[in-house]
């Protein structure tokens, strides 16, 4: 498969995507002609090598007659179904600009029809949206994942006036993606850039398992201080994972000055957040405290949440995060038949094939209250019930 992944360390804007895009291989030429057949006057995309911070990085910048018009999201779309552009990038274009429009009426509180675009609405910025979605096709990528994004920090001044950073727009786009912490005084993820993100990534969260075979490396407008100012594209093809493995999160926080009973509640919280594994560690922190490690394992889709708990829940100034790669048993559900009723269980394959039961707890606590017999007595019986044939071909 087809895969690009998106190294947001300086955020993304429309033109950082195009700069990358062209210097991942796509052919200028055909950008223009797809951004030509808009029917924007004089409108062309300009490419040069440039330097950020000492890296090497390819700038677009769109050329275009000045215009005083702001659009509506309909004729936008008119513009781009009356283009050269193919069906599927046409596909991809139009929803790009409806997440937009549907960012901008949610936040004026007003329909997306009656949208009334400003700067996203400037020809610069439809074909920096047309672009990426031609340039992508161009690229035949199958598969977009990109590193969580920062927005940057202070404010920034647009049609409406001077807002925080994160604008309104470019938050709304921005929910349900993970965002990464900016001291950076300046807009690093502008709308447009937010839109293509949320609309062409699939996933976010680390590289992931790839051959790559091209980077490309778009530079924004700005020259920071702090960190060059550029977006990688990075494309390959994917390396399959062997059966069984996959990435998730481990969270940690230490603990010196919460009660038991609020850690026990916090950890209730996070498995009803989707964690995959909770559990505390007896530490030794500063000024000879005893304390408390909690760690959580989770699938990346839920960090944000499980992250927001910790902080909510907890004393924790901050909380530790990586990714770790993980080999699980294939499994399915399983229930044995015992002389005080069935029991639940999963059934778990080894490499060899030969599969392992193991019982659920609460199935044999049930039955152990209920026939007033030892626990142990229903585990030994549970596991004794188990016969192996009858899950072959199963699994």
Request: with cysteine.
């Amino acid at each position: 498969m087809r895969v690009a992944y998106l190294d947001c360390a300086s955020g993304i804007s429309g033109d950082m995507t195009l700069g990358a895009l062209v210097d991942a291989g796509v052919d200028l030429g055909e950008l223009n002609a797809a951004v030509g057949s808009l029917g924007l006057p004089g409108c062309r995309l300009v490419a040069e090598e440039v330097r950020k911070q000492g890296f090497r990085a390819t700038q677009v910048t769109v050329q275009y007659e000045p215009e005083h018009t702001h659009r509506h999201l309909g004729t936008i779309l008119a513009m781009i179904d009356g283009s050269r552009l193919s069906a599927a990038q046409k596909d991809v274009a139009g929803r790009i600009f409806r997440r937009l429009a549907e960012a901008e009426a949610k936040v004026h509180g007003t329909t997306v029809e009656k949208v009334h675009f400003h700067e996203v609405g400037a020809a610069d910025s439809i074909a920096d949206i047309v672009g990426a979605a031609v340039g992508f096709d161009l690229l035949g990528v199958e598969r977009v994942v990109a590193s969580p994004v920062p927005t940057g920090s202070g404010k920034v001044r647009i049609a409406h006036g001077l807002l925080s950073i994160p604008a309104p727009a470019t938050a709304e786009l921005l929910c349900g993606i993970p965002l990464a912490p900016s001291a950076v005084q300046v807009e690093l993820t502008t709308p447009t850039g937010a839109a293509i993100l949320a609309t062409l990534a699939d996933d976010f969260g680390p590289l992931p398992a790839m051959t790559i075979q091209r980077i490309g490396c778009g530079a924004g407008r700005r020259d920071l201080d702090e960190q060059p100012n550029i977006l990688r594209l990075m494309v390959g093809t994917s390396v399959e994972q062997p059966p069984g493995e996959d990435q998730v999160w481990v969270l940690e926080t230490n603990l010196d000055d919460l009660t038991g009973e609020m850690i026990g509640y916090c950890t209730a919280r996070l498995w009803e957040a989707g964690a995959l594994d909770v559990f505390t560690t007896a530490i030794q922190m500063k000024k000879n405290r005893p304390g408390v490690m909690v760690s959580v394992l989770c699938p990346a889709e839920t960090v944000g949440a499980i992250e927001a708990i910790l902080f909510e829940e907890t004393t924790t100034l901050g909380v530790r995060r990586r990714p770790v790669s993980r080999h699980v048993l294939a499994r399915r559900p399983h229930c044995v038949r015992t002389p005080w009723g069935p029991v639940e269980g999963k059934v778990a394959w080894l490499a060899d094939g030969v599969p392992r039961f193991g019982c659920e707890f609460e199935s044999c606590r049930k039955i152990a209250q209920e026939y007033g017999v030892a626990l142990r007595a229903v585990y030994e019986a549970a596991l004794k019930a188990f016969d192996p044939a009858t899950v072959d071909g199963e699994r």
